[in-house]
């Protein structure tokens, strides 16, 4: 197994440099080390249905958003499970793929996953187009809540491994304030630690670049 960079809640700074190096190893041996730490409890045949679902991903071009970009879904399966949450092969594949939509690989992917795979995939597919505006957000966000409880934790961990590259871009005062009240003040409701961590990280960085 090569160093450990995948989260589990330790200070900030240390959680930046992993998430910053986890973006310049292959992807491929990050998945190995998840594999290894999270899929425990998975057996032979299980790990050799996501295994082949990561190959599958490996070979679409997902480098064309960000250079090793499948680093941040492996490292938020790896989230997912450390959540506590109960955990299937169908629910990691779910986590791998869950920007196939924005990125334009349902098709290439849909008939790997379970349709309520792929519903909870739309619901969490975002219009780019209309990112900025508060009506649509709250929408956005209240669907996903509505959805499940599960859905908008997911959500959050998604939002925190994405925070954790800690580039300013990433922390203008409309940022903040989207991370404040459509994560933040929901997220409260169903998972405090998340809560609490998400929340300091926010003010850390704001303090930082402000």
């Not at 090569?2 to 992993?18: G, H, W």
């Not at 409890?41 to 990561?54: A, L, Q, R, S, V």
């Not at 290439?108 to 795979?117: V, Y």
């Not at 599960?150 to 994405?162: P, T």
């Amino acid at each position: 197994m090569s160093e450990n960079l995948f989260f589990n809640y330790e200070n900030i700074e240390k959680e930046e440099i992993k998430k910053r190096k986890s973006l310049l190893i292959s992807p491929k041996i990050l998945f190995e080390d998840f594999v290894d730490i999270s899929l425990k409890k998975f057996n032979k045949d299980e790990i050799t249905e996501i295994k082949n679902f990561f190959f599958i991903l490996q070979n679409l071009n997902f480098d064309k958003i960000y250079k090793n970009y499948l680093s941040h879904p492996i490292r938020l399966a790896q989230m997912w499970c450390l959540a506590g949450k109960k955990v299937s092969p169908q629910e990691i594949k779910f986590v791998l793929a869950h920007n196939i939509i924005e990125n334009g690989f349902l098709d290439e992917i849909k008939d790997k996953l379970e349709i309520n795979q792929i519903k909870k995939i739309k619901v969490l597919t975002i219009d780019r187009n209309k990112e900025t505006n508060l009506e649509y957000l709250n929408t956005y966000y209240n669907n996903i809540e509505k959805y499940s409880e599960s859905l908008l934790i997911f959500k959050s961990l998604d939002k925190l491994d994405n925070l954790l590259i800690g580039e300013k871009y990433l922390f203008s005062e409309y940022s903040i304030n989207l991370l404040r009240l459509q994560i933040c003040a929901r997220l409260k409701k169903y998972d405090l630690r998340l809560y609490d961590y998400i929340n300091s990280a926010v003010n850390f960085y704001e303090k930082k670049y402000s």
